[in-house]
């Protein structure tokens, strides 16, 4: 429940400085007006940045969620059930979490309000399938819901690991090998065609100009590519460069294809887990498209998810050269 630093008068005319929780700023209104006291000033004080970040690994997070919903299904109440969980929990993040959220459900908060405290362990899809369960009454099949979801997405992310293994490992390589044959060998022969004073072809004369460019630009070839390492890390805050960086990655060969597969598995597997908890299709959609971690196949999501608005089916709504599978 979020705090607030409060300036109040009391009866006597005192001002009086004192921190409370409530729900927002207008029911904190009411509980201090109950209180006898005039409120002056009431400010919201954001909780530690530290504490909302706060995350647990993928195993301990789903083994919490199988706990939750075996305790839930034998007609144990959510606060009880959290409290329960907390109480075992060894110290340390985990249990950190869990005291969390009990305190805010004992207060009356929802179980999806209080887990959208901690942002980074539960972003907006995942409360939003908490909250579908809590509305619909269904919270254990939502929690079971949720935990094999979590777990395909984790294998999903090994094996997208190991398979941008190979793709890496041959770009290095190819650019190690270019780098020995323009700055060791091509100057070898450059050497030997300019020793017999004859015209070369227009190709032999850039890769003998390449090669120059790689002995003697050095510096300024790996300033080059560190700028352009730079300009990549700073394209997420921009959507245009992001867009522009995603689609140069979908164009290159094996790691692009590699990139398109995940990217799709990435957004199937967002969108089932919301559209079977009961979120509208056009919700789903709109969701599944920011989290397919690719500008270029959620910009075409949001254009299909338009049209499917308007009653035509999600394989005919895409756009005509779309970049998906």
């Known amino acids: 429940m979020p705090a607030f630093a409060v300036s109040a008068i009391d009866q006597t005319g005192n001002r009086r400085s004192l921190r409370e929780a409530a729900p927002d700023e207008p029911a904190l209104r009411e509980k201090l007006r109950a209180q006898a006291l005039w409120p002056v000033r009431i400010r ?21 969620l199988h706990q939750l919903e075996l305790q839930l299904r034998a007609g144990v109440t959510p606060d009880a059930a959290i409290a329960q969980l907390a109480g075992d929990a060894p110290p340390g993040p985990i249990r950190t979490m869990l005291e969390k959220i009990r305190a805010e459900v004992a207060q009356g908060s929802p179980i999806h309000v209080a887990c959208r ?21 269904q919270l254990p099949e939502a929690l079971r819901a949720l935990a094999a979801h979590l777990t395909s997405v984790d294998d999903l992310r090994r094996t997208a690991r190991r398979a941008l293994i190979y793709p890496v490992v041959v770009l290095v390589a190819t650019s190690g090998l270019l ?22 072809p227009p190709i032999t004369v850039a890769l003998i100009a390449a090669s120059v460019a790689v002995r003697h630009g050095w510096p300024l ?31 290159l060969p094996v ?26 299709l056009l919700a789903a959609l709109a969701t599944g498209a920011e989290l397919t971690g690719n500008a270029v196949l959620a910009r075409q999501l949001l254009a299909a998810r338009e049209r499917v608005a308007l009653g035509q089916p999600l394989y005919a709504a895409l756009p005509k050269n779309h970049s998906f599978p």
């Open 179 to 200: 780098v020995f044959l323009l700055g060791g060998v091509v100057p070898q022969f450059a050497a030997i065609f300019e020793s017999l004073h004859f015209a070369l």
């Open 221 to 251: 070839l790996f300033a080059g590519l560190l700028l352009t390492a730079v300009v990549a890390a700073f394209a997420a805050r921009s959507a245009r460069l992001l867009f522009f960086r995603d689609a140069i990655l979908l164009c």
């Open 117 to 137: 405290f901690f942002e980074k362990q539960f972003p907006a899809h995942l409360a939003a399938v908490i909250a579908a369960g809590e509305a619909s009454a």
């Open 44 to 64: 919201a004080i954001p909780p530690p940045r530290r504490l909302t970040r706060l995350s647990v690994p993928t195993r301990e997070f789903v083994a919490v």
């Open 255 to 280: 790691l692009g294809d590699t990139l398109r597969h995940l990217a799709t598995a990435r957004f199937a597997a967002h969108c089932r887990l919301l559209h079977e908890a009961g979120i509208p």
